[in-house]
């Protein structure tokens, strides 16, 4: 049997709860909505940006790909601009509240904490016995375990807050 499917219930059953005795229950849903929605159609931008870069580089005789800092910026930066446009065209039919943006944002911001925090214990799977081990023995300091332990802390603290500032209607 898997832990998995145990937390998976009862977070559900956690949230359809906070859903039905919200009084603005819906904000977090069109958050996470409109957020796979924008994250899809960067993600089709960035992947078709790549592969113009990758058709010059394969029809142009001697075009490098250059420096790969700058051509992800500059390729991050189209797309959002992009994105931008859509964003602006969609607001004029159905307007986006800034609730929704806010949480849009802590969204993004969650995410990236916790594709930090998978990708090192991703990159430690091997460790894990041993970042178990600094645990037991109290080594705190350790740089893996503070991005193991730390890091989620931090999105818990992080939701902990925005939901008392929606419950006190400041947010």
């Not at 894990?128 to 991005?147: A, F, G, Q, S």
């Amino acid at each position: 049997m898997q832990v998995l499917p145990i937390f998976l219930v009862i977070l559900a059953i956690v949230i359809l709860e906070y859903i039905f005795t919200s009084k603005h229950r819906f904000y977090f849903l069109k958050a996470i909505i409109l957020f796979l929605v924008l994250l899809l159609l960067s993600t089709v931008n960035f992947s078709i940006f790549f592969g113009i870069a990758a058709l010059f580089i394969d029809r142009v005789h001697d075009m490098k790909l250059g420096n790969l800092f700058l051509l992800l910026a500059a390729l991050v930066i189209l797309s959002g601009l992009l994105l931008y446009e859509g964003l602006k065209r969609f607001n004029k039919h159905y307007h986006i509240s800034e609730i929704t943006l806010t949480l849009i944002e802590y969204c993004i911001q969650w995410s990236l904490i916790y594709v930090t925090v998978y990708q090192s214990i991703f990159n430690n799977i091997v460790k894990i016995h041993t970042i178990t081990k600094m645990i037991k023995t109290v080594r705190i300091l350790h740089p893996d375990l503070l991005v193991v332990i730390i890091l989620p802390s931090f999105i818990s603290i992080w939701i902990a807050v925005v939901l008392l500032k929606k419950y006190q209607h400041d947010l």
